[in-house]
């Protein structure tokens, strides 16, 4: 079984942005900051998750399905670019899920003034991920990256 990494940095207000890697494919990550493990408001726990393609009755078409994320439903993967914290004012796609995509950069996120972080090219990253896979299932291993899990004393502090 194919496994898809996640090496995430440090979890700010605008998102927990990492490394999402697949054999020799690598592309940015995007989950929303650490918050606990809330629903719909917090990044997935580190650990290793398998995960099936279904079809999302959210987005109408395939995404993959993490299965046994402790305090969690529907956590998906599936194509986004913006992974803020809404309590704080900032946009998000993401309501507790994971994205990728080839770039990063500022963007302009709808019914907002100012751009914001986010991961650019995401449906072209997750098609070339469900081609790579050949939309089987695979693992999706979650871990920060060393100094950056918000429980380290090293880690930078969230605001």
């Not at 440090?10 to 998102?15: E, Y």
């Not at 395939?62 to 439903?73: D, N």
């Not at 469900?130 to 999706?140: G, R, V, Y």
């Amino acid at each position: 079984m194919q496994r898809l990494t996640i090496e995430r940095g440090p979890s700010t207000d605008l998102g927990t942005f990492g490394v999402a890697a697949i054999g020799t494919m690598t592309w940015h990550s995007l989950e929303l900051p650490w918050r606990d493990n809330r629903p719909n408001l917090s990044c997935i726990p580190p650990g290793v998750y398998r995960a099936s393609v279904v079809e999302s009755a959210h987005f109408g078409r395939e995404v993959y399905l993490l299965q046994g994320v402790p305090g969690r439903t529907d956590v998906e993967v599936h194509p986004a670019n913006w992974g803020g914290d809404t309590e704080k004012g900032f946009y998000t796609d993401l309501k507790g899920c994971l994205s990728i995509g080839e770039s990063l950069g500022d963007l302009m996120p709808p019914g907002h003034t100012d751009p914001q972080a986010a991961i650019e090219r995401s449906t072209p990253a997750f098609e070339a991920l469900m081609a790579i896979t050949l939309e089987a299932d695979i693992e999706i291993e979650i871990r920060w990256a060393p100094g950056n899990d918000p429980g380290s004393f090293d880690a930078p502090q969230v605001a």
